[in-house]
């Protein structure tokens, strides 16, 4: 998760085809292992797209992971994609609620693929329990880019200590 928020700040400055390689490099600040930048890069991905407007980047990283992502990585993200029709809690226990990557990852998918709205999704997570904030901070970074900050409730924001509040 730190490496998603290393790299996040360079596709939100600068969006762009090679936004994603420098994410990929400022990932490799924190990401020690293969497995955590490569899930902070598939987050990121999704990111990058909702930024530049992508018709429908969820949907796209559905069809295109095949093509961006490890054998291990696109097999991580089918098990979200095949048990979308599953419950999250019973998901993310069956996967794991532990911080590290994938479980966070897959986690974080699974309910931005479920939600209908950021609220939702991340209401989606708090009953489960394991790593909300990691996966709370993936969804409301994907969820505003898509829809857009003004979908971030404004009673919400304002309950955050020091930090600024967009919309």
Request: hydrophobic share 40%; with cysteine; proline share 4%.
């Amino acid at each position: 998760m730190d490496a998603f928020c290393t790299a996040s700040p360079v596709l939100l400055i600068e969006s762009r085809k090679e936004s994603l390689e420098k994410s990929n490099q400022a990932l490799g600040l924190l990401a020690s292992s293969t497995t955590c930048s490569d899930h902070a890069l598939v987050t990121g991905t999704l990111l990058k797209w909702a930024i530049d407007r992508e018709s429908d980047p969820v949907k796209k990283l559905s069809t295109d992971y095949p093509k961006l992502f490890s054998q291990k990585v696109k097999k991580e993200i089918e098990l979200v994609v095949e048990h979308l029709d599953k419950d999250h809690t019973d998901f993310v226990e069956r996967i794991g609620k532990a911080c590290p990557f994938p479980e966070t990852s897959q986690g974080e998918l699974h309910a931005v693929l479920e939600g209908e709205s950021f609220i939702e999704s991340v209401r989606m997570i708090i009953p489960v329990g394991g790593c909300n904030c990691s996966r709370a901070i993936q969804i409301g970074a994907i969820c505003g880019a898509l829809s857009g900050v003004e979908t971030i409730p404004q009673n919400w924001a304002l309950e955050l200590k020091g930090c600024l509040v967009y919309g």
